[in-house]
T-cell receptor
Framework: GDSVTQMEGPVTLSEEAFLTINCTYT??????LFWYVQYPGEGLQLLLK?????DKGSNKGFEATYRKETTSFHLEKGSVQVSDSAVYFC????????????FGPGTRLSVLP | ETGVTQTPRHLVMGMTNKKSLKCEQH?????MYWYKQSAKKPLELMFV???????ENNSVPSRFSPECPNSSHLFLHLHTLQPEDSALYLC????????????FGSGTRLTVV
């Protein structure tokens, strides 16, 4: 079945550092790819998405490029802030409902001032 | 405000109690979902409703009973829960099969004592 793998956390960075959170996937079809963010005490919020190969999703300074050849969708940000501290989930949607929307285990990011 | 509203935000219940979680969306989405998020475990899909019809039930114990009276409302009825059922319960909705992403509520933090 489809699956999403993320780098294990927690990731701890200083403010203004460069962020990369790796995400790779396996899928039977041509999935759409997503990054969700969960701030403490909140639900998941869609951060960015890409629906086909070579698409780049971007939002709030975060970027991720859909790489079909490496089956990856790594999340990057050039300069993190304390307010970026959260858990980040990579996910894919591979047609259909429910089971075909697969989340990674999440990566906790802590940004220190 | 994400467009998906969950109530209550926090719930403490005894193992013999009966309670219900409520989810409401006015985004015009036709699919709704219940997820369970436990500490240090991946997100677990519990139930899927598509156009008010339950399309998936992921081997969830019968002490959890979903109800979807219309496309905008989703309930999770709880009875005789166990302490290990303590978790964050997240509701989500999507338009179609979720190829454009899911919209999540803020969750209900459930504690079973």
């Amino acid at each position: 079945g489809d699956s999403v793998t993320q780098m294990e956390g927690p990731v701890t960075l200083s403010e203004e550092a460069f962020l990369t959170i790796n995400c790779t996937y396996t899928a039977t079809g041509y999935p759409s790819l997503f990054w969700y963010v969960q701030y403490p005490g909140e639900g998941l919020q869609l951060l960015l998405k890409a629906t086909k190969a070579d698409d780049k999703g971007s939002n709030k300074g975060f970027e991720a490029t859909y790489r079909k050849e490496t089956t990856s969708f790594h999340l990057e940000k050039g300069s993190v802030q304390v307010s970026d501290s959260a858990v980040y989930f990579c996910a894919l949607s591979d047609l259909g409902y429910g089971q075909n929307f697969v989340f990674g285990p999440g990566t906790r990011l802590s940004v220190l001032p | 405000e994400t467009g998906v509203t969950q109530t209550p935000r926090h719930l403490v219940m005894g193992m013999t109690n009966k309670k219900s979680l409520k989810c409401e969306q006015h985004l015009g989405h036709n699919a709704m979902y219940w997820y369970k998020q436990s500490a240090k475990k991946p997100l677990e899909l519990m139930f899927v409703y598509n156009f008010k019809e339950q399309t998936e039930n992921n081997s969830v114990p019968s002490r959890f009973s979903p109800e979807c009276p219309n496309s905008s409302h989703l309930f999770l009825h709880l009875h005789t829960l166990q302490p290990e059922d303590s978790a964050l319960y997240l509701c989500a909705s999507s338009q179609g099969d979720g190829n454009y992403g899911y919209t999540f509520g803020s969750g209900t933090r459930l504690t079973v004592v």
